[in-house]
């Protein structure tokens, strides 16, 4: 079992500031993925996804653009 309690303190003692802004700066922030990130970090990756997750992050970074598009006009189809 992996103990996310004690990433989350090592990380935060490190950087002095909350987990949740030392992932947002670099996994949002800064663009960078989930492996790089963790690397970063000094965590698995599993441990770094398990914060964006619980965080909600992925919703700050991708915004709109994960969502499908149902309002695309095609020739015999106009906007609606």
Known sequence: MVDYESYKEKVEKRH??????????LYVNEDLGPSVSAKQLGMPRQAFLHFVQHYDLK?????????????????????T
């Open 16 to 25: 002095n500031k909350a987990l949740v802004e030392v992932i947002k700066d």
């Open 59 to 79: 919703k700050l970074k991708f915004g709109e653009s994960e969502k499908p598009n149902n309002s695309i006009e095609t020739p015999d189809q106009p906007i």
